[in-house]
C-alpha cells in the first residue's frame, strides 16, 4: 500500500531533510481561514495534519485546546470538516493531508461512513489519539483497505515488547511522541534522549517513517532534524491565538512561522 | 447482554476491559498504557491479597469509622405511609461522604507503587476532599482539579482539601465543571504519569478505575447486608435500593452485595439528575436515553450532540452534574438488573425539605434526588417493603445553595 504520504518522506529524503508537517485545527479561527490557512502554508509543508475539534481532549494542551473551542464555537461540524479537506484538495491535489482527533468523533459519524467521506474528500492518513493498540486493529483494517494510512501513536512509556508488536501491526508512518506531556508542553527532555528513543523504533524497523511530535517549536525543531518528519502542532494553533489577539492577519503570521521551521530544517 | 452470577460485577468485563462488550474500555492516549497496565497488575494482585484485605478493613473500620448507620426514618415512614422508609447514613463516614473509600484505596495502591504525589477531580468537591485526607493520611502529596464554577458553589469543601494540604487547581475550560476537572486531571496524567498516582473519583474513566471505585465502594454494601440481617433476621422479602447517580459510585457499592438476589427481592433504583424543570439541560444520560459514546477513556451513555461534542449538563448538584456515567451503570441497565430514573432540582429540593422536617437527616442535594423519588414510590408499596436510600451526603457543604434556594431556617 502506499500513497501521498510515502511520496511526501521520499521528497524529503531525496533532499536529504525531514518532512514538515504542520497541525491546525479545521475551522479556526473560521472554515474560511482555516483553508487560506492550508492553502498559504501548503507550499512550505510536505504533510498536512488537520485537526478535528473536540470539546474533551485528554491530550491536548491549552493552545489546542483553544483552538479547538474556537473553531467549535465558530459553528465547525464533521461535514465541514470534509468540505475544508476536499477544497483544500481542488487547490493542490498531491499535498498529503491527515485528520487528527479523538475516537468519539469516528464513531458517532459511523466507521465505515467516516472513512468513504474521507476517502471521497482526499483524506490520506487518519491519527485517532484516544484508540491505542490493540483496541485500533478492526479500524486500522478497515482504513488499510481503503489505503487510507492509519498512523500508530509510540510514546516513551510503550515498553519494548509493545513497540516491536505496534510497529508490526503499523502502516508506513509512524508517530513519535517525544515525551511525556500533553500537546503543546515545554520540551522537558534533551533532543539526545528523544533521538535515543527514536533510534530504537527505527532499529525495529528501518522503513517505517518515523515522525516526532509533542514540544517542536522553533527553537527545537534544527536539534531532531535527523527524525524522518517533525510535527509542529501548538506553536502554530499560539500563532492563531496571537494573530487575533493583535487584530493582525492569522494567514500572514502563520505562513511567516511555517517558513521559519522549514528554514531551520533545510 | 447478560449478568453473570457468583463473579463482581467489576470483574465481568472482557479482555479489553469492556462490559457486555460495548462499555467501559481504554480510550486512552498511548502514553497512559503502561502505567494503565501497570495499576491493573497491581490491582488485581492485591485485591486477591489477605494482607491488603485486612490493611484496607483496619483504616475502613478506624479510620473510615464502619459500619455507618443504618436507620429507621419513623416519621418520615409514618408521614409518607406504605412501604418503611430506612436510611444507609454514609455519611457518617469520615468526611461525610461514600467518596473516601475510593480516596483511601488509591492512597494504600500509590503507597504500594512507590509513588509520592496523587493527583485527583473532583466535582462537589468531595472526592477532592477525601483524597486530601487521604493523602494527609498516607504521606502523599496531593493536587485536586476543579472546576472554576464547582470552586465558587461548593467552597466548604474547598477549603478542606487547602487545610489539609492539598493543591486546588481551578480548570477554566468548557462549563468549569466536573467534566473539566476530570480531562484536566487525565492530561496532568498523561504529562506526569512517570512519578505521580491517579484517582479518579467515580466509577468512570479506562477500565481500572472503574473496577477499583467499585470495588472501594462496596463496603456499603457489605455493611447495609450485615445490618439487614441483623435488623431482619434475613434479607427482607421485599427490599428497595435507592441511590442517586451521577458517576454512579455509591449506587454501585450500595448495590453491589446484593447483585445476585433476584430484582424482585432486592430492586436497585438509580435516580438521575433531572436539572431545573425550566431546563432542557440535565445529567441523566440513562434516563433520557443518551446515545452511546467515548468519554474518559470510556463507551457510555453520555449526553452529547450528533457530531460527538459532549454536552453541557446542568444541576443543583455539583456532584452529579456529570453527562456521563459509570458503563457499570449501562450495563445494569441495558441488562435490567437496575432501574434508572430522573428527579429535578425542584424535587431534590422539595424532598430536602421534607426529610430534614421530619428527621435528624440532613441529606446533601445529592441523595436528595435518590430520596426524592424513594419518598413519591413508597406510597405505593405495602408495609413488608423496606425501602432504603442511602444518605451518602452531608448538606454542610451546601449551606450556600440551600440558603438562597430555601432560606436560612432549612440550613
Given at each position: 500500500?502506499?500513497?501521498?504520504?510515502?511520496?511526501?518522506?521520499?521528497?524529503?529524503?531525496?533532499?536529504?531533510?525531514?518532512?514538515?508537517?504542520?497541525?491546525?485545527?479545521?475551522?479556526?479561527?473560521?472554515?474560511?481561514?482555516?483553508?487560506?490557512?492550508?492553502?498559504?502554508?501548503?507550499?512550505?509543508?510536505?504533510?498536512?495534519?488537520?485537526?478535528?475539534?473536540?470539546?474533551?481532549?485528554?491530550?491536548?494542551?491549552?493552545?489546542?485546546?483553544?483552538?479547538?473551542?474556537?473553531?467549535?464555537?465558530?459553528?465547525?461540524?464533521?461535514?465541514?470538516?470534509?468540505?475544508?479537506?476536499?477544497?483544500?484538495?481542488?487547490?493542490?491535489?498531491?499535498?498529503?493531508?491527515?485528520?487528527?482527533?479523538?475516537?468519539?468523533?469516528?464513531?458517532?459519524?459511523?466507521?465505515?461512513?467516516?472513512?468513504?467521506?474521507?476517502?471521497?474528500?482526499?483524506?490520506?492518513?487518519?491519527?485517532?489519539?484516544?484508540?491505542?493498540?490493540?483496541?485500533?486493529?478492526?479500524?486500522?483494517?478497515?482504513?488499510?483497505?481503503?489505503?487510507?494510512?492509519?498512523?500508530?501513536?509510540?510514546?516513551?512509556?510503550?515498553?519494548?515488547?509493545?513497540?516491536?508488536?505496534?510497529?508490526?501491526?503499523?502502516?508506513?508512518?509512524?508517530?513519535?511522541?517525544?515525551?511525556?506531556?500533553?500537546?503543546?508542553?515545554?520540551?522537558?527532555?534533551?533532543?539526545?534522549?528523544?533521538?535515543?528513543?527514536?533510534?530504537?523504533?527505527?532499529?525495529?524497523?528501518?522503513?517505517?517513517?518515523?515522525?516526532?511530535?509533542?514540544?517542536?517549536?522553533?527553537?527545537?525543531?534544527?536539534?531532531?532534524?535527523?527524525?524522518?518528519?517533525?510535527?509542529?502542532?501548538?506553536?502554530?494553533?499560539?500563532?492563531?491565538?496571537?494573530?487575533?489577539?493583535?487584530?493582525?492577519?492569522?494567514?500572514?503570521?502563520?505562513?511567516?512561522?511555517?517558513?521559519?521551521?522549514?528554514?531551520?530544517?533545510? | 447482554m447478560k449478568l453473570k452470577?457468583?463473579i463482581p460485577v467489576i470483574d465481568q468485563g472482557d479482555?479489553?476491559g469492556f462490559w457486555g462488550g460495548k462499555f467501559g474500555g481504554?480510550?486512552?492516549?498511548?502514553?497512559?498504557?503502561?502505567?494503565?497496565?501497570?495499576?491493573?497488575?497491581?490491582?488485581?494482585?492485591?485485591?486477591?491479597?489477605?494482607?491488603?484485605?485486612?490493611?484496607?478493613?483496619?483504616?475502613?473500620?478506624?479510620?473510615?469509622?464502619?459500619?455507618?448507620?443504618?436507620?429507621?426514618?419513623?416519621?418520615?415512614?409514618?408521614?409518607?405511609?406504605?412501604?418503611?422508609?430506612?436510611?444507609?447514613?454514609?455519611?457518617?463516614?469520615?468526611?461525610?461522604?461514600?467518596?473516601?473509600?475510593?480516596?483511601?484505596?488509591?492512597?494504600?495502591?500509590?503507597?504500594?507503587?512507590?509513588?509520592?504525589?496523587?493527583?485527583?477531580?473532583?466535582?462537589?468537591?468531595?472526592?477532592?476532599?477525601?483524597?486530601?485526607?487521604?493523602?494527609?493520611?498516607?504521606?502523599?502529596?496531593?493536587?485536586?482539579?476543579?472546576?472554576?464554577?464547582?470552586?465558587?458553589?461548593?467552597?466548604?469543601?474547598?477549603?478542606?482539601?487547602?487545610?489539609?494540604?492539598?493543591?486546588?487547581?481551578?480548570?477554566?475550560?468548557?462549563?468549569?465543571?466536573?467534566?473539566?476537572?476530570?480531562?484536566?486531571?487525565?492530561?496532568?496524567?498523561?504529562?506526569?504519569?512517570?512519578?505521580?498516582?491517579?484517582?479518579?473519583?467515580?466509577t468512570v474513566?479506562?477500565a481500572?478505575?472503574v473496577r477499583?471505585?467499585g470495588?472501594?465502594?462496596?463496603?456499603?454494601?457489605?455493611?447495609?447486608?450485615?445490618?439487614?440481617?441483623?435488623?431482619?433476621?434475613?434479607?427482607?422479602?421485599?427490599?428497595?435500593?435507592?441511590?442517586?447517580v451521577?458517576?454512579g459510585?455509591?449506587s454501585f457499592?450500595?448495590w453491589n452485595?446484593?447483585m445476585?438476589?433476584?430484582?424482585?427481592?432486592?430492586?436497585f433504583?438509580g435516580?438521575?439528575?433531572?436539572?431545573?424543570?425550566?431546563?432542557?439541560?440535565?445529567?441523566?444520560?440513562l434516563?433520557?436515553?443518551?446515545?452511546i459514546?467515548?468519554?474518559?477513556?470510556a463507551a457510555q451513555y453520555?449526553?452529547?450532540?450528533?457530531?460527538?461534542?459532549?454536552?453541557?449538563?446542568?444541576?443543583?448538584?455539583?456532584?452529579?452534574?456529570?453527562?456521563g456515567i459509570s458503563p457499570l451503570h449501562c450495563f445494569l441497565k441495558d441488562t435490567k438488573r437496575a432501574?434508572y430514573?430522573?428527579?429535578?432540582?425542584?424535587?431534590?429540593?422539595?424532598?430536602?425539605?421534607?426529610?430534614?422536617?421530619?428527621?435528624?437527616?440532613?441529606?446533601?442535594?445529592?441523595?436528595?434526588?435518590?430520596?426524592?423519588?424513594?419518598?413519591?414510590?413508597?406510597?405505593?408499596?405495602?408495609?413488608?417493603?423496606?425501602?432504603?436510600?442511602?444518605?451518602?451526603?452531608?448538606?454542610?457543604?451546601?449551606?450556600?445553595?440551600?440558603?438562597?434556594?430555601?432560606?436560612?431556617?432549612?440550613?
Open positions: 500500500m502506499s500513497n501521498l504520504i510515502s511520496y511526501a518522506f521520499k521528497k524529503a529524503k531525496s533532499e536529504k531533510r525531514p518532512a514538515l508537517l504542520t497541525y491546525t485545527v479545521a475551522g479556526d479561527s473560521s472554515k474560511k481561514q482555516s483553508l487560506e490557512i492550508l492553502k498559504s502554508i501548503s507550499k512550505k509543508v510536505d504533510i498536512l495534519e488537520i485537526g478535528v475539534p473536540h470539546n474533551t481532549p485528554v491530550a491536548d494542551g491549552s493552545q489546542i485546546q483553544t483552538s479547538s473551542y474556537r473553531a467549535i464555537k465558530n459553528g465547525i461540524k464533521v461535514n465541514d470538516i470534509f468540505k475544508i479537506v476536499k477544497d483544500f484538495k481542488k487547490f493542490d491535489k498531491y499535498k498529503p493531508v491527515i485528520l487528527m482527533g479523538y475516537y468519539n468523533m469516528i464513531f458517532q459519524y459511523g466507521e465505515n461512513e467516516f472513512l468513504r467521506k474521507c476517502k471521497i474528500s482526499g483524506v490520506n492518513g487518519l491519527i485517532v489519539v484516544d484508540l491505542p493498540w490493540p483496541e485500533n486493529k478492526k479500524f486500522a483494517s478497515k482504513c488499510k483497505k481503503r489505503s487510507i494510512f492509519f498512523i500508530q501513536l509510540l510514546s516513551p512509556t510503550t515498553t519494548k515488547n509493545r513497540l516491536k508488536k505496534i510497529i508490526k501491526d503499523s502502516h508506513e508512518m509512524i508517530y513519535f511522541i517525544s515525551m511525556l506531556s500533553t500537546t503543546g508542553g515545554k520540551l522537558k527532555v534533551s533532543s539526545k534522549e528523544i533521538l535515543s528513543n527514536y533510534d530504537k523504533i527505527k532499529k525495529i524497523n528501518s522503513k517505517k517513517n518515523v515522525v516526532i511530535g509533542f514540544g517542536i517549536t522553533e527553537k527545537t525543531i534544527k536539534s531532531l532534524k535527523k527524525a524522518d518528519g517533525l510535527v509542529v502542532g501548538s506553536a502554530i494553533c499560539r500563532e492563531i491565538t496571537n494573530s487575533l489577539k493583535k487584530r493582525q492577519n492569522p494567514v500572514t503570521n502563520v505562513y511567516n512561522v511555517v517558513n521559519r521551521l522549514k528554514n531551520k530544517i533545510k | 452470577k457468583g479482555k479489553l481504554n480510550f486512552v492516549p498511548e502514553t497512559l498504557k503502561k502505567p494503565i497496565e501497570d495499576l491493573e497488575t497491581l490491582f488485581n494482585k492485591l485485591k486477591k491479597d489477605r494482607n491488603f484485605i485486612n490493611e484496607r478493613d483496619k483504616y475502613f473500620k478506624n479510620w473510615v469509622g464502619s459500619p455507618t448507620r443504618f436507620i429507621k426514618l419513623k416519621n418520615l415512614t409514618e408521614y409518607v405511609g406504605g412501604a418503611q422508609i430506612w436510611s444507609k447514613v454514609v455519611s457518617d463516614a469520615n468526611g461525610g461522604a461514600h467518596k473516601i473509600y475510593n480516596a483511601t484505596v488509591h492512597c494504600l495502591l500509590a503507597k504500594r507503587s512507590g509513588k509520592k504525589v496523587i493527583c485527583g477531580d473532583t466535582g462537589a468537591g468531595y472526592a477532592g476532599k477525601m483524597l486530601s485526607m487521604a493523602a494527609k493520611k498516607f504521606g502523599l502529596k496531593c493536587k485536586i482539579f476543579m472546576g472554576a464554577k464547582d470552586i465558587q458553589r461548593q467552597q466548604p469543601n474547598v477549603r478542606a482539601m487547602k487545610k489539609n494540604g492539598a493543591e486546588v487547581i481551578p480548570v477554566y475550560s468548557g462549563s468549569q465543571t466536573l467534566v473539566d476537572a476530570v480531562s484536566e486531571c487525565m492530561r496532568y496524567w498523561v504529562a506526569n504519569c512517570d512519578k505521580v498516582a491517579m484517582c479518579v473519583g467515580s474513566g479506562p481500572v478505575f477499583i471505585c470495588w472501594s465502594t462496596s463496603q456499603i454494601s457489605r455493611e447495609l447486608k450485615t445490618q439487614l440481617v441483623d435488623e431482619f433476621g434475613s434479607v427482607p422479602k421485599k427490599l428497595k435500593l435507592y441511590n442517586c451521577g458517576g459510585s455509591s457499592g450500595f452485595e446484593f445476585d438476589y433476584d430484582k424482585k427481592q432486592c430492586e433504583i435516580v438521575e439528575a433531572g436539572g431545573p424543570v425550566k431546563s432542557k439541560k440535565h445529567a441523566a444520560p434516563t433520557y436515553g443518551s446515545k459514546g467515548i468519554l474518559h477513556g453520555v449526553n452529547q450532540n450528533t457530531d460527538g461534542q459532549i454536552e453541557e449538563t446542568e444541576s443543583i448538584s455539583a456532584g452529579l452534574d456529570y453527562p432501574r430514573t430522573a428527579a429535578s432540582d425542584e424535587e431534590a429540593l422539595r424532598a430536602y425539605k421534607l426529610v430534614t422536617k421530619f428527621e435528624k437527616l440532613k441529606p446533601s442535594l445529592e441523595p436528595s434526588h435518590a430520596f426524592s423519588v424513594a419518598i413519591a414510590e413508597a406510597k405505593r408499596f405495602s408495609e413488608d417493603t423496606i425501602v432504603v436510600v442511602n444518605s451518602c451526603g452531608d448538606a454542610y457543604k451546601d449551606r450556600a445553595i440551600i440558603e438562597r434556594r430555601l432560606g436560612k431556617k432549612y440550613v
